[in-house]
């Protein structure tokens, strides 16, 4: 049993705490929940994501730790390593493969949208400047959608910050700022939620997000709560896998992963209950949804909060600093299957993986201006891409990650990892889960999808 990866390790039991939280906490908690929990009509929606996350990604996180802390290698050639230990097929490493390909593609739109998070910071940073403020929040957002060069630059300036702090390694200066930056982002939140709840919408907030509307459930509302659960804990796509194969042989597993799951889900939580009392209180429809309702919506609290235009500006560049920190987990596996596979350095690789998915991303941005008419399957160019990565590829890795842990790997193996001392009722839930649970709802779900229903 190998105790160390050659990527380097976590220095501490906090140090991958903070940093799977980091690659967990982002764009998908405080734009994407809001957009499409609105989209999908509210209470059902909500009420489905969070059974996904009990019963689908709470186990699959549990099997990614246990598999990449096994492994010790990036999610290809520790597959390779954990199939050769019990003599499964070398298959197995195609969920590697899917893994960073998926990773790949969630990297080229993430890094755009995250990209509006810093144009947004920097008008804000302006205004404090003197410069002009956001007048018209609608008319703000079509202009940068509308520009492909603005676009592409903070897309580009982005996937330069994240392939920074990858080339430099797992290091110290990624812990500590996701260990100050996260508190302060969850105080910013936390003050939202104050001026939420002065609107006096917070009740309509809460009815919204959690009286469910049983007519709003549907397969397609099923798939999507489904790929939000993966999106939101970065899981299906070996990233967590990955920073497991970091992480010190003493720490324990289920109470490291619930940590991780429960913070999640809380950031994404609140940020819906801040965010919803505004959309109310300004007269727009909670149900109106769109990949722009955070940009739209929050400008016009923030020209009336005391010190909004302080406030926005922290918060969209906070926010970048969320996006960074999923960010890199989204490139770290491929960099390091490069470094383990190639004669690449870290720095090579890691700048081979930014360049492509800086191209990639491209097609996300002229999703929006000079593609605006292109529709895949009566979806723009980015939902395409997002719905195939987050909605489909998500649960398939997810599946094939359940099915490895919970049938191919021997019980001694995951027990181990898990927790030697585990009681035998926690050992057996875990492993119904991961056997006949997850998966069989995962099938459930995409059969769904293929109109099996
Ligand atoms: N979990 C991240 C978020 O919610 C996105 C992500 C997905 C990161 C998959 C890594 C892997 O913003
Ligand atoms: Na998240």
């Given amino acids: 049993m190998k105790t160390s990866s050659i990527h380097g390790m976590w220095s501490s039991r906090l140090a991958f705490v903070l940093a799977a939280t980091g690659s967990a906490v982002g764009l998908g908690n405080i734009w994407r929940f809001p957009y499409i929990t609105s989209e999908n009509g509210g209470g059902a929606f909500v009420l489905v994501y969070l059974i996904c996350i009990a019963l689908v990604g709470l186990p699959v996180m549990f099997s990614e730790i246990v598999i990449g802390r096994r492994g010790r290698m990036s999610p290809v050639n520790s597959m390779r390593e954990l199939a050769d230990d019990v003599g499964a097929s070398r298959a197995w490493m195609g969920l590697g493969f899917l893994g960073i390909l998926a990773g790949f593609l969630i990297l080229s739109f993430y890094s755009v949208v995250a990209g509006w998070t810093l144009h947004y910071g920097f008008l804000y940073l302006k205004e404090l400047f003197g410069g002009a403020g956001i007048t018209d929040p609608n008319a703000t957002f079509g202009a940068l959608l509308a520009n492909a060069g603005e676009l592409t630059f903070w897309h580009g300036v982005f996937m330069v910050m994240t392939v920074g702090v990858v080339a430099l390694g797992v290091e110290k200066g990624l812990e500590r700022a996701v260990g100050i930056l996260m508190p302060v982002l969850f105080v910013l939140l936390l003050i939202l939620l104050l001026y939420g709840v002065s609107t006096g919408h917070f009740m309509d907030a809460v009815a919204f997000m959690f009286k469910p509307d049983w007519s709003q459930v549907s397969g397609g509302m099923i798939v999507t709560a489904m790929g939000q659960a993966f999106f939101t804990l970065s899981l299906g796509m070996c990233a967590i896998m990955t920073y497991g194969a970091y992480l010190p042989s003493h720490v324990h597993v289920p109470k490291v992963g619930t940590a ?22 300004f007269g727009i429809d909670p149900g109106s949804g769109g990949a722009g309702l955070i940009f739209t919506s929050l400008p016009l609290a923030f020209a009336e909060m005391p010190f909004g235009i302080a406030y926005g500006m922290a918060f969209f560049l906070l926010l970048s600093v969320a996006a960074w920190t999923s960010a890199i987990s989204l490139m770290e596996p491929a960099v390091a299957y490069l470094v383990e596979s190639t004669n690449l350095s870290r720095k090579s690789a890691a700048l081979t993986v930014a360049v492509l998915g800086w191209l990639a991303g491209l097609a996300s941005v002229f999703s929006f201006n000079i593609w605006s008419e292109v529709s895949v399957g009566g979806k723009s160019v980015m939902d395409a891409i997002e719905f195939l990565a987050a909605d489909i590829m998500l649960p398939i890795g997810g599946l094939l990650t359940a099915i490895f842990a919970g049938w191919v790997l021997s019980k001694t193996i995951t027990r181990e990892e898990l927790d030697d001392k585990m009681h035998d009722w926690a050992f057996k839930g875990w492993l119904w889960l991961t056997r006949i649970v997850t998966p069989l709802l995962i099938l459930v779900v995409m059969a769904g999808i293929l109109g099996v229903f």
Avoid: H
Wanted: glycine fraction near 4%.
């Fill in 260 to 281: 991780v799951a429960l913070s999640d889900t809380a950031v994404a939580l609140i940020a819906g209950l801040a965010i919803f009392p505004v959309i109310i209180a």
